[in-house]
């Protein structure tokens, strides 16, 4: 006989269904990434109506059903209102939602993916770093969680330690000075930029969003990110997408 289950999550995605109802995405601490339906969410009185939209974070208490999850009551605890009035930091928000959704899957152990959206949310809000930064972070960090991270300590051609002078996404990692001609995608990568890195590769969750870098770190950096994303992470984030534009404008 089904029941009601109670999960601790974040709502990554919501879609109308029918006149008045929603279909929500959440990524949940027991269950991983789960979708369910929220009967009469969009009605103007819904007690669901605000606890249905992206970002929002809490208690989700949950009727399972043969085929499907169904919302019954909610209980959000962080809403992170701040992007609500911040239309770039929605952008970046939702490309964050998205690349999360990209990554996770259904009743897979997703308890990190859930901490490192939720600390990534809260910097984000914060605006005590640049945005940029925090989306480098977030999106090698998301590739840590599931291990399709590069290798940023030894040379992927020699495997000589910390000798990295070029970062060559099809080696998947940092090539030293000996064996840099090997590789015909290389980006030059200096020691802070390779720090940087070596940190967010190595960093617990709680301390990611707790430094800044200097222009010449962040431009290097983002220049290696979009390369190793645009080659291994297989789909366009329509977010992304809009994020850049928003930015251009």
């Given amino acids: 006989m089904s029941q009601s289950v109670t999960v ?3 709502i990554l995605s919501a879609s109308p269904i029918g006149e008045n109802d929603k279909r929500i995405v ?18 103007q009185n819904s007690h669901l109506l605000g606890a249905t ?12 059903g043969r085929s499907s999850y169904n919302l019954l009551q909610a209980n959000i605890s962080n809403y992170f209102m701040e992007l609500a009035t911040d239309l770039e930091g929605a952008y970046y928000g939702f490309y964050f939602m998205e690349f999360a959704d990209y990554y996770t899957k259904e009743h897979n ?9 939720y600390q990534t949310l809260r910097a984000l809000s914060s605006n005590k770093i640049p945005r940029e930064l925090v989306r480098y972070i ?26 990295g002078v070029l970062f060559s996404s099809r080696n998947r990692g940092i090539v030293c000075e000996k064996c840099r001609r090997t590789v015909s995608d290389g980006i030059l990568i200096n020691s802070s930029t390779l720090y940087t890195m ?44 809009i994020l850049e534009m928003c930015l251009l404008s």
């Fill in 26 to 43: 959440i990524l949940t601490k027991e269950k991983g990434k789960i979708s369910a339906f929220a009967k009469g969410a969009r009605r």
């Fill in 109 to 117: 152990d997703e308890r990190q993916m859930l901490r490192l959206l």
């Fill in 53 to 64: 939209n992206p970002f929002s974070f809490g208690e989700f208490v949950l009727y399972e």
């Fill in 8 to 10: 601790t999550g974040m």
């Fill in 138 to 163: 977030f999106e090698l960090k998301t590739l840590v969680v599931n291990g399709e991270y590069p290798d940023v300590f030894h040379c992927t051609g020699c495997g000589a330690q910390e000798q």
């Fill in 198 to 241: 070596q940190y967010v590769v190595t960093s617990t969750i709680e301390k990611l969003y707790t430094f800044v870098v200097s222009d010449e770190v962040l431009k290097q950096l983002g220049k290696i990110m979009k390369q190793y994303t645009g080659m291994y992470v297989d789909k366009r984030f329509k977010s992304l997408e």
